[in-house]
């Protein structure tokens, strides 16, 4: 469980990060953002795609673990790929997409975490009781 929380919190924290920074590079266009943002990025995928690994492997969130895998390498090919996808008006769309597809990712982190969470619960309190 502890591992499971340490991974969480470095998803958690370098989503926020993520976010931000590419929220940033949207409004301002600065050029040095980019290379950050996929950095900090790449850390939260493989964060997400570590906690999908070991969801895999525990019973009962299997089926989220692998859900969680597919999507942990959609988010890169998506982010390298998006520059040159709908070029033009309509760019904007791509552009809110990756967003999207950044905070599904949060969201289905989270979600993971919280079921996880409720199924070692019982586990921990008969541990602690015996
Ligand atoms: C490995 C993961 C990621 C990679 C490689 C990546 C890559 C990129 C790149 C190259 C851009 C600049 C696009 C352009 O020049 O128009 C960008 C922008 C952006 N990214 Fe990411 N990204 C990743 C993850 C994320 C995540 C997880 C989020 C949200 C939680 C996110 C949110 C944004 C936003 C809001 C922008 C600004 C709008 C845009 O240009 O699309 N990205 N990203």
Redesign the pocket.
């Known amino acids: 469980m502890t591992a499971v929380r340490i991974i969480n919190w470095i998803a958690r924290i370098t989503?926020?990060i993520?976010?931000l920074?590419?929220?940033t590079?949207?409004v301002t266009s600065i050029n040095s953002?980019?290379g950050i943002?996929?950095l900090v990025?790449?850390t939260?995928?493989l964060s997400f795609l570590i906690l999908s690994i070991i969801m895999v492997f525990s019973s009962g969130v299997r089926l989220l673990g692998v859900i969680g895998i597919v999507y942990a390498l959609i988010?890169?090919v998506?982010?390298?790929i998006?520059?040159g996808l709908l070029v033009g008006d309509l760019?904007w769309l791509?552009?809110?997409a990756?967003?999207l597809?950044?905070?599904g990712?949060?969201l289905v982190i989270q979600t993971i975490y919280t079921r996880y969470g409720h199924l070692k619960q019982p586990a921990q309190q008969t541990a602690a009781a015996s």
């Open positions: 989503g926020i993520t976010l920074l590419g929220l590079f949207w953002i980019p943002h996929m990025g790449i939260f995928t988010i890169p998506f982010g390298v998006q520059a760019h791509i552009r809110l990756h967003m597809v950044g905070i990712a949060m």
